[in-house]
């Protein structure tokens, strides 16, 4: 019995001085947010849609978001709602769910400056290892997400765990763990299977845990080839199941935020950008630029790089190559960030979980230049704690404004979204379907159904709001009523649609902050009465339609061959103007084109309607032969959009249609109607 206590005495004490560190770092930030925002609360609303997503999972609806809605691919982690399902289904409510998730951030925290200390130890040392360790528990970037609610730390610690077993295994050695006894191979099996299910970036996880077992001496046994293949299957365990259940295997958030799927950029323009943001990434954010200095002290980059200079030189000393090359790797994985649309969202919280190989690297920095000097002169070798616990302090010093920052943050999220979801809950009708594109508060809160209006947690919206509001407008007139939100609560600049936005009902104005999408967030009820009212030309709304081609709406483009061109979602919107007897006609359309490329039905002479931007002239050419000009229909001149029309003669088959403006200007476009001639 005294074995096997001094055995877990061993194993639970490592444990006990990060832990008591972090919780008395925890308790003076969640005491402010207290403070600040009168109750439990997260600084970000995103959380509230992982606990929305719990919740469901608790009431036994697999990743379903709103009541009645099937499957959303919009979960950024499955791993962490499952964490948070039980204590619903134990009875945990509201923001209770906050004091779960600040434990677990604990935990986390803890668990991610232990092993980062680890795996610096295996490079720089026992003295720079515990400065990196310390690092971890001062740094801003994991304290603040510690408490935000948000999966950020939680991957942060498997990916710091996998290149710290990783490295280990390959060095022939193992640290007594809470883990002692499970094999450390299977151990990496594990972690490469659920790094994934953290967050997508958790395949690094997978990838360390397969070059590890590649890098094993030994025969190939089956044991081995199982290590190498079954980390394998966790990166595809999340987009095989939104496969599964909608039918694509990207999920709606990547669809938002990614790149790749940016829908107007071609292959060069995404490189372009990924290139971009990754010097923005080195010259600004990991400098402690405008976006990152609450958490980052000033040059921080400056450090890293010694580190990237020095790390090599203790790696053959120490004979660790392994343990290099999985900080690099982690340390590099950063980069993956600069593949999404804007590294920007949130406090900048994609690229933290990347931070435990920043802080190895600052140590082996530290090291580096103590075991140098100490060639000249022992003594020297002090350089390497003063040097590593200096950069301790550095970051220690940015912990009052991560804690303001977090408060602030907090208080923000419960006087706006909080504060409208309980309005809603109190005040909506029951059926009532609200359209938000801030979808976790309100939705959690109010326990009505919502219409996500960016996609991220509404099946099918999200290429929607990536194309555009003139995109959105139009979908929105394909689809039934009963589908469509009764009410919208939304900042209006984001929603950008006041077509659709009727009486006001309340609002929640918050000038105190730096995290929300805007100072006021509306609610309003919808109005659908301006659908569908663009459908006709409004100069000849009788004449007999041969075809149309409605720009904006995704559908029909694509039924017509139209050509995006330059096109860009900040050009894609919808026009409203109020005609003479006091109707609204609403259009979606493209602007700033410089031509527009199309495909129309063939047959006999007909006549080419066109509603565009203002009473420019466009030159008209039919599979390649010019046509003439368009001549405005002098009385549908309006503000917003005009209407003008051309002759075009009989064809054979389909007529490929070709507009450029007369001038050499931008136009905007709307709706092409091919009418049969009176």
Not at 97 to 113: E, F, K, M, P, Q
Request: charged share 20%.
């Amino acid at each position: 019995m005294r074995v096997v206590r001094d055995r877990l005495v061993r194993r639970v004490v490592p444990y006990l001085v990060p832990l008591l560190i972090a919780a008395v770092v925890g308790r003076w930030c969640t005491a402010h947010v207290i403070e600040r925002a009168g109750d439990f609360a997260v600084p970000l609303d995103d959380a509230f849609i992982h606990f929305q997503y719990a919740r469901r999972l608790a009431e036994g609806h697999f990743f379903s978001y709103s009541p009645g809605d099937g499957y959303s691919s919009g979960a950024t982690s499955f791993l962490w709602p499952l964490l948070l399902a039980p204590w619903f289904w134990v009875g945990v409510k509201g923001v209770g769910i906050v004091a779960v998730c600040w434990g677990y951030g604990l935990l986390l925290h803890a668990g991610v400056a232990l092993e980062t200390a680890r795996l610096a130890d295996g490079l720089a040392g026992r003295t720079a290892g515990l400065a990196a360790g310390a690092m971890a528990l001062v740094f801003g970037g994991f304290v603040w997400f510690a408490y935000s609610g948000m999966e950020t730390v939680a991957l942060a610690y498997v990916l710091a765990r996998g290149a710290r077993v990783a490295s280990e295994r390959l060095e022939g050695r193992r640290r007594l763990s809470l883990l002692d006894g499970v094999p450390s191979g299977w151990e990496l099996v594990a972690l490469g299977i659920l790094a994934p299910l953290v967050r997508p970036e958790g395949l690094v996880v997978s990838g360390i845990a397969v070059l590890a077992a590649l890098a094993e001496r030994g025969g190939w046994r089956p044991e081995r080839w199982a290590r190498v293949v079954l980390p394998l299957v966790g990166p595809l365990i999340v987009p095989l199941t939104h496969l599964v259940f909608t039918g694509q295997a990207v999920s709606a958030t990547a669809m938002v935020k990614w790149l790749a799927t940016d829908p107007y950029s071609s292959r060069a323009q995404v490189i372009a950008s990924t290139e971009q943001n990754a010097r923005f990434l080195l010259t600004d954010l990991l400098p402690g630029g405008i976006y990152t200095h609450v958490f980052v002290p000033k040059d921080m980059h400056l450090a890293l790089g010694l580190g990237v200079v020095m790390a090599p030189w203790l790696a053959f000393r120490e004979r660790r190559l392994h343990r290099l090359l999985f900080v690099l790797v982690v340390a590099g994985a950063t980069f993956i960030v600069a593949s999404y649309a804007t590294m920007l969202w949130n406090r900048v919280r994609y690229i933290w979980p990347f931070a435990p190989a920043w802080l190895v690297l600052i140590a082996c920095a530290a090291a580096g230049i103590g075991e140098a000097a100490a060639r000249v002169r022992p003594l020297f070798r002090m350089a390497t704690p003063i040097l590593a616990w200096g950069a301790v302090a550095f970051f220690a010093m940015k912990l009052d404004w991560t804690r303001a920052d977090l408060a602030t943050s907090a208080r923000a999220i419960t006087l706006q979204q909080v504060r409208l979801g309980r309005w809603a809950a109190e005040t909506l009708p029951r059926d009532a379907r609200i359209g938000v594109n801030d979808t976790g508060a309100i939705a959690y809160f109010s326990g009505r159904h919502t219409f996500d209006v960016v996609g991220l947690t509404t099946a099918g919206e999200a290429r929607y709001w990536a194309a555009g509001a003139g995109s959105r407008f139009e979908h929105y007139e394909r689809l039934p009523l009963e589908v469509l939100p009764t009410h919208f609560i939304v900042y209006r600049q984001w929603m950008a649609l006041d077509a659709v936005l009727g009486t006001p009902l309340t609002s929640a104005t918050v000038v105190d902050q730096a995290i929300l999408g805007g100072q006021t967030m509306d609610a309003v009820e919808a109005r659908w009465d301006r659908l569908h009212s663009g459908a006709r030309p409004i100069g000849l709304p009788e004449a007999e339609l041969i075809d149309e081609l409605d720009v904006a709406d995704l559908e029909s483009e694509a039924a017509h061959g139209y050509a995006l061109l330059d096109a860009e979602a900040r050009f894609d919107r919808a026009a409203m103007e109020r005609l003479g007897d006091g109707r609204f006609v609403v259009d979606g359309g493209r602007e700033q084109r410089a031509e527009d490329r199309f495909r129309l039905a063939g047959g006999v002479a007909a006549l080419l309607v066109v509603r565009v931007g203002g009473d420019l002239r466009l030159a008209v050419e039919v599979n390649g032969a010019r046509v003439g000009e368009t001549a405005p229909l002098a009385e549908t001149i309006t503000t917003s959009f005009g209407e003008q029309a051309v002759a075009l003669p009989a064809s054979d088959g389909p007529r490929e249609v070709s507009l450029r403006a007369t001038t050499p200007k931008r136009f905007a476009s709307y709706h092409y109607w091919l009418l049969a001639q009176e």
